[in-house]
């Protein structure tokens, strides 16, 4: 397990290149972040958070939406593209949710315990672990370490973690050494040095913060 002195050290040094990463305010209903994240499936931010924002516009409440047709929530979102199919499986997740709360409100989430959250959104169609473990950090401030493809492809040149251990292991190993003040910044901060600079195949090397820490690098 990596020492907190190498933890401490990544942290900074990811602050110093993508700044201070403050905890996000968690007020909104978890809901808008859950539709959030189905729309930005293969498509980036820009065009997922238009199709956000012109849903809401059209249909500006979840009951709206529930009742709404699918072809109308497909015409909403079709900035974020595979429309049909997200408007699908937006309307099925509604559905899901509605017949097991008869309302859309998931402030609640914030209240119970990670293993009540996971049981609850892991049991909506659809919705991957890795989506799940986001939105609990993310929507919930719940105490996880989300792993996505980037995240683990980072942590194992960075050698915090062996490439033969599972997504699951991987996130419990992250979780286990990196202290609860520094989960939310440093899952925004390797995601986002997986996007822009730890890249597949190649890295970027001579342009990483933490080339002086990174024994791929030597």
């Not at 473990?133 to 919930?140: G, Q």
Request: proline share 6%; aromatic share 4%; glycine share 4%.
């Amino acid at each position: 397990m990596a020492s907190m002195n190498l933890i401490a050290r990544i942290h900074a040094a990811l602050e110093r290149r993508y700044g201070v990463r403050a905890a996000r305010r968690v007020l909104s209903n978890p809901l808008d972040d859950l539709i959030l994240a189905i729309l930005s499936q293969k498509t980036g931010d820009t065009n997922s958070c238009r199709a956000f924002q012109t849903l809401r516009q059209v249909l500006p409440t979840w009951e709206q939406a529930h009742r709404a047709p699918e072809s109308a929530v497909a015409e909403a979102i079709g900035s974020a593209g595979l429309a049909q199919y997200k408007a699908a499986r937006i309307k099925a997740i509604l559905r899901q949710i509605y017949r097991v709360q008869g309302h859309f409100d998931l402030t609640f989430l914030r209240d119970v315990s990670v293993e009540e959250a996971t049981a609850f959104l892991g049991r909506l169609n659809g919705i991957s672990s890795k989506t799940v473990a986001r939105l609990l950090l993310v929507s919930l401030g719940k105490p996880v370490f989300p792993v996505d493809a980037h995240i683990r492809r980072v942590a194992c040149r960075l050698g915090l973690v062996s490439l033969t251990l599972t997504p699951k292991k991987i996130q419990a190993a992250l979780q286990s050494m990196v202290p609860l003040p520094l989960l939310f910044p440093m899952h925004v901060n390797l995601e986002q040095l997986g996007q822009k600079t730890c890249k597949m195949p190649t890295p970027l090397c001579d342009d990483c913060p933490l080339s002086k820490l990174c024994p791929s690098t030597r």
